[in-house]
């Protein structure tokens, strides 16, 4: 797929926007592979941030995996940009992750959902990317959940990852859901992997949206705003295993007893040594 995908479910009409070539001509592959026809989709090699090929168009649900972290101009002309005006600021040059968020929130539509796969860098950086995340949370209110993901599943890169989900009208406008998933996978050689088991239960957990120990949150608004707006998982979803006590009194006493074990052993060994005539070794 397409780095940038949009959908648009009532004309059935499958938009994307990618720079590499070779993803590019995948992309479009997969697209007949997967019986659309070359009528149906548009998928344009150009620049997401920095030449825009659907400008206008709003989408009823938005998908995307961007490079991780991409360098960007973050060219101040940007901030007279519709796409990201409004936030004040721009996403750092050495990090565009915010910048392909704010691309994705201009075209989803009032109904729409988008999810993006990101670096958990994007969860609790500060500075200008902190300063856009409060924005979209306190002012607009557009993020509705955070699924942290294994580490190692996808190619050319170990880090762990995880999935931003948006939405202009919110179902539940009060609070955000936090799912660790972090810990379900299956290893097929040196890379780990999703079953439909694992993704079931993300989606189970989406769906119903309520609290599970140690593996998802409903977190109110009020929470992620007295952590400053850091989503960083492990304040929400708690995932401590308690330590198992040791009574070293008890610990004491075994290894006394093992001790006179030891002693009685030696003694053993020592007759044996006697009667067969040989130096003890004690």
Not at 28 to 51: A, P, W
Not at 212 to 227: P, R, T
């Amino acid at each position: 797929m397409p780095r940038n995908t949009g959908v648009n479910i009532s004309g059935i009409y499958i938009y994307g926007q990618e720079l590499n070539r070779t993803t590019y001509n995948l992309a479009r592959m997969n697209m007949i592979l997967h019986g659309v026809h070359y009528k149906k989709f548009s998928i344009r090699q150009e620049d997401t941030l920095e030449n825009p090929q659907h400008l206008g168009m709003k989408f009823e649900a938005i998908v995307s995996n961007p490079p991780f972290s991409a360098k960007w101009s973050a060219n101040p002309l940007h901030l007279s940009d519709d796409r990201f005006s409004q936030y004040g600021k721009l996403a750092p040059s050495s990090k565009a992750d915010y910048a392909f968020i704010q691309h994705m929130i201009a075209h989803l539509d009032d109904n729409g959902v988008m999810a993006m796969v990101a670096p958990h860098g994007v969860l609790f950086r500060g500075a200008a990317e902190g300063h856009i995340r409060r924005y979209l949370i306190e002012d607009k209110n557009y993020l509705d959940a955070v699924i942290g993901l294994p580490a190692n599943i996808f190619y050319g890169t170990g880090i762990p990852t995880c999935i931003l989900v948006y939405k202009i009208c919110r179902e539940h406008p009060d609070n955000i859901l936090f799912i660790d998933a972090s810990q379900d996978f299956e290893k097929a050689g040196n890379q780990n992997y999703l079953s439909d088991v694992h993704v079931d239960k993300i989606l189970q957990a989406y769906n119903d949206r309520k609290d599970i120990d140690k593996y998802a949150k409903v977190a109110s608004l009020e929470q992620v705003a007295a952590n400053d707006y850091n989503l960083n998982i492990p304040r929400y979803v708690d995932t401590f295993e308690q330590e198992e006590r040791i009574d070293l009194g008890t610990i004491a006493k075994e290894l006394q007893a093992l001790e006179g074990k030891m002693k009685d052993t030696d003694k053993t060994i020592a007759k044996y040594c006697k009667e067969l005539g040989i130096a003890s070794p004690f």
